[in-house]
């Protein structure tokens, strides 16, 4: 079985384990947090995945760091984990379970690159225009990058629009290329 399908398959197990317990927002912030870890720990993600600690020991890791910030039920998820020898798909389950819960709610990510801050009611603006497009409640995340010299580029799963100057100088360069070069045939 591949790794997707198993992450996949944990990740909606405490999914519908969750909802059926009514513990769906609280284990939705836990593997939040649990995720949020993992991907700023290398070191965290290797103890997992290192078949030289064993489970006793992965156990007591992972209580040291989530243990009061984490409920009942997530914690006897990861308990369970390391029982199973999953636990070094822990990442893996989390994002997983997280896209999931997107899904559910309707909800997609989004990421708005700019040259410079953009105004409130231009991120509004973006706001509306993404939700109206994808027909989703959208949570957008803005950075800056002035290496795009103008203009935008918004990344949404796997639909990228690239509206930046550099974008549209490259298209322009490409085009005048191949001008140049049916002009020598």
Do not use: W
Not at 17 to 27: C, L, T, Y
Not at 66 to 81: P, Q, R, V
Not at 85 to 98: Q, T
């Amino acid at each position: 079985m591949s790794v997707y399908s198993i992450t996949n398959r944990y990740a909606k197990a405490l999914l519908t384990q969750a909802e059926e317990s009514n513990q769906f927002e609280v284990v939705g912030n836990d593997m939040s947090l649990i995720y949020e870890t993992l991907e700023k720990s290398k070191e965290l993600r290797v103890a997992l995945e290192s078949p030289v600690i064993n489970e006793e020991k992965k156990n007591i890791i992972l209580k040291e760091i989530f243990g009061s910030l984490i409920c009942k039920e997530t914690a006897n998820f990861l308990e369970f984990l390391i029982r199973k020898n999953r636990e070094d798909l822990l990442f893996e389950i989390s994002k997983h379970f997280l896209e999931m819960k997107d899904e559910k709610l309707n909800i997609v990510h989004a990421t708005v690159t700019s040259a410079v801050d953009l105004s409130d009611s231009e991120k509004d603006l973006f706001k509306n225009k993404l939700e109206e497009y994808s027909n989703k409640n959208v949570l957008l995340d803005f950075k800056i990058d002035n290496r795009i010299i103008g203009g935008f580029v918004v990344r949404m799963k796997d639909k990228m629009l690239d509206a930046s100057i550099i974008h549209q100088l490259d298209v322009l360069r490409k085009r005048l290329i191949k001008a140049d070069q049916s002009l020598v045939n």
